[in-house]
């Protein structure tokens, strides 16, 4: 399957009309084997719809990082179905998943991930040159989306000298620079104080969510829940409750 | 991604150069050790480099090399003359002999006797005096190096450095009387020996005497005449053995890598050159991929295929390679021209660098196994662990 069908493929819509962006049904993920066999997921069903942040939170081993490791297609499940905007990753042939995942996923990593040998600018063009963009192109693209986050002038400055919440913005904007519908997130706010917290948060929905594209956070940050469209509480690996009003919490 | 797959390399400074060091101090040791046995096996070949243009070296079928001179009857240099497809055939005399210096002391050197009407087999580059010279009486041909150096003369006052040998000097050559008239700028011999050369006749009265004096035969052939089919025929006709040339060359290496330790001393440094470098670059390029694996990790996640980070490792492994190995044989390059003129034995060649490159590609080429092992096998999922 080429990546222009793979693109063309439209959204499955909710049984109530809203689009759907990612359909988990009963999906199971297990590690090792025998006597020693964790498992980590044991069938969860969940939906997140287009143009809606979802955060997964949960106690530490509840499995929200296996769940949107399988969401992201960077790993493998046992059982069930997941779709991302109605492809599921395990019918992709291994060429057809990375290209998938390159152009529709947009990833923030807890650690930020962000190369210190590299530029700010070149960190942030990676996503677009593993797409084949020209250099020029993606430095200048790379250029654009950080002056969305303020932080233009330093692009040819090493990631390693800024601070945390400024590592934060860059890798933000790596997630977003080619455009991706869905971008998932691992602890974005764990290693920041509570203001830049609710900095990145902001620039997170104002960059990631709308438009079609949507939003997965995976935290433990209580202070950002305020943020979500809709929480799913997980636990044993099950989602254990959906609270579709967070302000409430 | 190829920029990107520099940027990470150049920029680690530290591992970096660590990987570049091993890289170098393979390409170093292999090219620099392999250069001295090449110039150890070019001196031992270095009378029959010094003939350019002989073509046929006629000797006793029992010669292993060119330093085992088992001596002919005279009466054999008209026996080869008279084979067809033979241009000319001039006597060599090749021998050791004892020059007494002028404190005392003597010195082992190379005789060499050529033609005395030819004079072919002389030294092509002559540093004072002339070739023709030789036809003065008692005139011999020192070689540079000698005669600034082991037949220099003492200086009278003690602890003077030595006066170099001059046109017109003498020495005394197994009691007799030899007048410096040219001094020549030869390849050294493997011995280090001084060489001397004079004409045919006048060598053998400055050597002991011996009931046969003939060494070597040297044969030009005439112009189209086939080199191997001469050699058969000489073979065939005198019984004696002949060998061209380049023949000859090899069958004097052949035995010094059969029959002496040589092959093995250097075989050693240089093995020993390749596995340190392999060790010391694969364990620091694989480290160096080891501290990325976050990263390609990372790229993978956002879809980098596994092609992609191949070619970055390999990149990487390569780039890093041809640095080393540049500055490697230029260090060799460095050493080669300091030694110049020093009795260390040094000779550069192709082939080794050829060699010396082959092993630097393998040696990047296992290092980036290595790591590219690592990364197929790496699940991107590793990236949301912290």
């Known amino acids: 399957m080429s990546t222009a069908s793979l693109e063309s493929i439209a959204p499955t819509p909710a049984p109530g009309g809203r689009p759907i962006a990612v359909h988990c049904d009963a999906v199971t993920k297990s590690y090792g084997s025998g006597q020693s066999i964790?498992?980590?997921?044991?069938?969860?069903?969940?939906?997140?719809?287009?143009?809606?942040?979802?955060?997964?939170?949960?106690?530490s081993g509840c499995g929200k990082t296996t769940l949107i490791s399988i969401i992201a297609g960077v790993l493998d499940r046992d059982g069930g179905d997941c779709s991302v905007f109605g492809e599921d990753f395990s019918a992709l042939s291994s060429g057809q998943r990375v290209r998938f995942r390159g152009r529709t996923i947009g990833f923030v990593f807890q650690s930020f991930n962000l190369i210190p040998t590299l530029t700010i600018a070149e960190n942030i063009a990676v996503p677009l040159l593993l797409q084949g963009v020209k250099r020029r192109e993606a430095m200048d693209r790379a250029r654009e989306v950080l002056g969305k986050v303020g932080l233009a002038e330093r692009w040819r400055e090493s990631s390693s000298k800024l601070s945390g919440g400024q590592q934060q913005r860059v890798a933000i904007c790596r997630a977003i620079v080619h455009g991706p519908r869905l971008i998932v997130c691992d602890e974005p706010t764990s290693a920041l104080d509570h203001a830049t917290g609710e900095k990145v948060m902001n620039l997170m929905r104002e960059a990631a969510v709308g438009n079609g594209k949507s939003l997965i956070v995976v935290t433990h940050d209580s202070r950002i829940y305020s943020y979500a469209d809709r929480i799913a509480m997980m636990d044993d690996g099950q989602v254990i409750k959906l609270v579709n009003d967070p302000r409430s919490l | 991604m190829t920029r990107i797959a520099l940027r990470m390399l150049f920029n680690d400074r530290a591992k970096f150069f660590g990987i570049l060091m091993g890289v170098m101090l393979a390409s170093l040791v292999i090219t620099q050790q392999g250069s001295i046995f090449v110039g150890i096996m070019w001196r031992g070949c270095a009378v029959i480099h010094e003939m350019p243009q002989v073509d046929i070296w006629v000797m006793d079928p029992n010669v292993r090399y060119i330093e085992d001179v088992k001596p002919l009857q005279v009466t054999q240099l008209p026996a080869v003359r008279g084979i067809e497809g033979i241009e000319w055939a001039m006597p060599l005399y090749k021998n050791n002999i004892r020059a007494r210096l002028a404190n005392g002391q003597t010195q082992n050197c190379n005789l060499l006797g050529i033609d005395d009407a030819t004079l072919v087999g002389a030294p092509g580059e002559m540093v004072a005096g002339q070739v023709q010279d030789l036809f003065t009486s008692d005139g011999v041909l020192v070689d540079e190096v000698a005669a600034s150096g082991l037949l220099a003369k003492p200086s009278l006052v003690p602890g003077q450095p030595a006066t170099p040998l001059v046109v017109g000097d003498t020495l005394e050559l197994n009691d007799h009387?030899?007048?410096?008239?040219?001094?020549?700028?030869?390849?050294?011999?493997?011995?280090?020996?001084?060489?001397?050369?004079?004409?045919?006749?006048?060598?053998?009265?400055?050597?002991?005497?011996?009931?046969?004096?003939?060494?070597?035969?040297?044969?030009?052939?005439?112009?189209?005449?086939?080199?191997?089919?001469?050699?058969?025929?000489?073979?065939?006709?005198?019984?004696?053995?002949?060998?061209?040339?380049?023949?000859?060359?090899?069958?004097?290496?052949?035995?010094?890598l059969k029959y002496t330790g040589i092959p093995i001393n250097f075989g050693l440094s240089v093995t020993l050159?390749?596995?340190?470098?392999?060790?010391?670059?694969?364990?620091?390029?694989?480290?160096?991929?080891?501290?990325?694996?976050?990263?390609?990790?990372?790229?993978?996640?956002?879809?980098?295929?596994?092609?992609?980070?191949?070619?970055?490792?390999?990149?990487?492994?390569?780039?890093?390679?041809?640095?080393?190995?540049?500055?490697?044989?230029?260090?060799?390059?460095?050493?080669?021209?300091?030694?110049?003129?020093?009795?260390?034995?040094?000779?550069?060649?192709?082939?080794?660098?050829?060699?010396?490159?082959?092993?630097?590609?393998?040696?990047?080429?296992?290092?980036?196994?290595?790591?590219?092992?690592?990364?197929?096998?790496?699940?991107?999922?590793?990236?949301?662990?912290?």
């Open chain 2, 177 to 256: 009387r030899a007048l410096v008239v040219g001094i020549c700028r030869i390849t050294r011999s493997f011995q280090n020996l001084p060489t001397i050369y004079t004409t045919y006749s006048r060598a053998i009265t400055f050597a002991p005497k011996e009931r046969r004096t003939l060494s070597f035969v040297l044969v030009k052939a005439k112009p189209g005449v086939d080199l191997d089919e001469l050699c058969d025929r000489i073979q065939r006709d005198t019984g004696l053995s002949a060998r061209t040339a380049s023949a000859f060359k090899w069958k004097t290496v052949d035995y010094f």
């Open chain 1, 38 to 59: 964790v498992r980590a997921l044991r069938g969860i069903d969940l939906d997140v719809y287009q143009n809606e942040l979802m955060m997964l939170v949960g106690p």
């Open chain 2, 273 to 386: 050159g390749f596995l340190v470098g392999t060790v010391i670059t694969g364990f620091m390029f694989y480290n160096f991929t080891l501290d990325n694996l976050r990263f390609f990790a990372t790229f993978k996640a956002m879809g980098a295929p596994d092609g992609t980070l191949l070619w970055m490792i390999i990149l990487q492994s390569l780039v890093v390679g041809v640095l080393g190995y540049g500055i490697g044989i230029g260090v060799t390059g460095l050493f080669g021209t300091l030694v110049t003129n020093a009795p260390i034995a040094f000779y550069l060649t192709w082939q080794l660098l050829t060699v010396a490159g082959c092993a630097i590609i393998a040696i990047c080429m296992l290092s980036a196994i290595l790591s590219c092992r690592k990364v197929i096998k790496l699940e991107p999922a590793v990236v949301f662990k912290g």
